[in-house]
């Protein structure tokens, strides 16, 4: 069973120290399908203007990903994003936001996908997350990202759809908007609090931290980012990171036939997650998923092993 | 045997959000051997004014350091920092900075110092730094820290310095002036080829990176700083975790029997200096030592340990 990601399908005109793109591929669902691939198949809903290029569509589908609910506006042009990066790679500057379709997005789901095991809401209106959360039947894992524009203008939906998942995925600057507190640590308790089972808390070039509750048990885990020398371009890197955890656990769901997911499959899906992100900023856009396997993906988790691992400290 | 550390014994003036203090202990000695205490004993070599606290020599001695290589001036006045911290506590605003005795200083070690297994050469000038280091007979552990001053003011005999040390303590921003490079990774590796078998790179509440090479085995290591949500007063924090650093070692190395440090251990020491300096910086100057054991710092490696491990990745 596919998981099931709402989010944009977009394109995307970025330039960065190391070169300029125009018209690429873009939007989080295809970050997150595209990073999900190597273990899971992503069915997204979204929608793409009139304008949208048919060969994107085409490549997702050669990715495994289901993109029937993929709507086409016949009178709206393509929700579009430009921008760009200088030398510190962890802030993006938006030249230009095209709406587009995204402003009559209006998701419907059929029958499939309503009864999903696996959920991803991308960064879009959460009033939009909550209308597709409601048409699921019975999600086992329900996972949320979210930006600055809907923490300062649409707060009170956001902590609403908040309190339904089992994870909100969110970087350290909209976190500390959320919260009102610069402590890190503090501020992903005090969002925990409010209903996820799991604050995954993106730090970038920081690493992630995860502040979560499993049954009764709070855990507190840190993984460092994949030390890549060669970071070309950002863009999509917290959605690729998403796609990378949610897809480690669906694989987890579903080779477990139903027993729960443990602790060790939460850290498992964080190292994935970072290994697999940090592949993703090698190259603009998704390009780099198309040169690698699980297997490169695989070796990097193994270098985090070796990068952080220590015996417990003798006596 | 004791580790030997020629560095600064001091007064500072400090100001943060949690309150302010004036005229208290203050100096990379004083720090690194207040934190190293837990594990070994401290020679210090350094030198005060006439009017520097005789309390605060006493406080010293019982904490087991050897004060005999502290000279005292009878006409120039102590090294005096006065500085503050705003919300960012990991940047240090200076008023005033008084060298007094500093621009005197011509260490002299006796005998037994001369002939001890570890130095540690605090962030003086590197001209000083290599006077101590050339009256050493066999040290086996040579670590050395620096600041930005001497990276602008004495940068060749900084990089001679650099060239005998096993390992060179250097916090992000210095690491990034000395190497003219900002890819922190792509840094520590120039910086390393450059002679010292140990960049130990202390990126404040990011962790520590180090980038090593044993025999000649290169290895990465990284370790998150330990969240703490308390920092009232982040003076030291580098001294205390070169403290705790080299008195994991110095132990080790009393414990071996000679047998050579292993990467275990390195790794080890990483954890045990992060746990200290995140002690170091709850309270301000040395005060939160005077509150604990040795226990409560391996309570916090025990913490870090649960906090990063996993299981090497199932197939």
Redesign the interface.
């Known amino acids: 069973m596919n998981i099931v990601m709402a989010g944009t399908v977009a394109m995307d005109d970025i330039k960065t120290p190391y070169g300029e793109r125009i018209g690429i591929i873009g939007g989080s669902a295809s970050h997150f399908s595209t990073a999900a691939s190597f273990l899971a198949p992503t069915s997204i809903i979204g929608i793409v203007g009139k304008d949208y290029p048919a060969r994107y569509i085409q490549y997702l589908r050669k990715k495994g990903v289901d993109t029937s609910g993929i709507v086409q506006s016949k009178d709206q042009i393509s929700f579009y994003w430009k921008g760009f990066y200088e030398?510190d790679m962890n802030v993006a500057h938006t030249n230009d936001t095209i709406l587009g379709v995204l402003s009559s997005f209006n998701p419907v789901l059929d029958e499939e996908k309503k009864n999903a095991d696996f959920l991803f809401l991308g960064n879009i209106d959460p009033v939009i997350q909550m209308k597709v959360y409601r048409q699921m039947k019975k999600p086992v894992f329900v996972g949320m990202d979210t930006m600055n524009f809907w923490i300062s203008s649409r707060k009170n939906e956001l902590l609403a759809m908040i309190k339904k998942v089992d994870a909100l995925f969110i970087n350290d600057g909209e976190l500390r908007q959320l919260s009102g507190e610069?402590?890190l640590?503090?501020a992903a308790g005090m969002i925990r609090k409010k209903g996820p089972k799991m604050v995954v808390v993106k730090?970038g070039e920081?690493?992630v931290?995860i502040n979560g509750i499993l049954g009764t048990e709070e855990?507190?885990?840190?993984?460092?980012a994949y030390?890549?020398?060669m970071v070309k371009d950002p863009t999509g890197a917290g959605d690729s990171f998403a796609g990378g955890f949610v897809s480690y656990l669906h694989r987890v769901h579903t080779q477990n036939n139903g027993k729960p997911i443990g602790l060790?499959d939460i850290?498992?899906a964080a190292?994935?997650a970072t290994a697999t992100a940090s592949i993703s900023v090698e190259g603009f856009a998704t390009s780099r998923f198309d040169k690698i396997t699980a297997k490169d993906i695989?070796e990097r988790?193994?270098f985090l092993?070796?990068?952080?691992?220590?015996?417990?400290?003798?006596e």
Chains 1, 2 share one sequence.
């Open positions: 030398n610069v402590n640590i503090k730090k920081h690493g931290l855990f507190l885990f840190f993984t460092p030390p890549t020398m060790a850290r498992h190292v994935w695989r988790c193994d092993y070796q990068y952080t691992k220590f015996e417990p400290m003798p």
